[in-house]
């Protein structure tokens, strides 16, 4: 019963973003959604017709206010890392934005160093 409460919240338009992201990583955790469905679902919140806003609610939904978990998951690593969602953004004004050299962090983080 409340899983289907929750895939409707993941789907619902007049959901705010922030409850779609975190119903999306329950139903990821859960293994209820496969991660393609994940993936485009990630892939519609970063589109570039939806308000930044939603994008940054939705993602702190899903990843519940701690990113290091895509430290330890690497699953949950490869879906956000396929979407290449700050590979080569900048703001208005030409800097890497906070969120994209804290990926950058994580990333140097995950990636042994060779030689």
Same mark, same amino acid.
């Given at each position: 019963?409340?899983?289907?409460?929750?895939?409707?919240?993941? @789907?619902?338009?007049?959901?705010?973003?922030?409850?779609? /992201?975190?119903?999306?990583?329950?139903?990821?955790?859960? &293994?209820?959604?496969s991660a393609e469905e994940a993936q485009?679902?990630?892939s519609y919140y970063s589109s570039i &017709? $939806?308000?930044?806003?939603?994008?940054?609610?939705?993602?702190?939904?899903? #990843?519940?206010?701690? /990113?290091?978990?895509?430290? #330890?998951?690497? $699953?949950?690593? $490869?879906? *956000?890392?396929?979407? /290449?969602?700050?590979?080569?953004?900048?703001?208005?004004? &030409?800097?890497?934005?906070? @969120?994209?050299?804290? *990926?950058?962090? *994580?990333q140097s983080r995950r990636t042994p160093? *060779? &030689?």
């Open positions: 019963m409340w899983l289907e409460f929750i895939r409707q919240v993941r @789907t619902s338009v007049n959901v705010h973003p922030l409850l779609s /992201g975190y119903a999306t990583r329950l139903l990821n955790d859960k &293994g209820d959604i485009n679902t990630l &017709g $939806n308000a930044p806003a939603d994008m940054a609610y939705w993602f702190e939904g899903f #990843l519940r206010s701690s /990113g290091s978990i895509l430290l #330890l998951d690497d $699953n949950l690593w $490869n879906l *956000v890392n396929k979407l /290449g969602m700050f590979a080569g953004k900048r703001n208005l004004h &030409g800097t890497a934005s906070h @969120t994209e050299t804290h *990926v950058q962090r *994580v160093e *060779v &030689g």
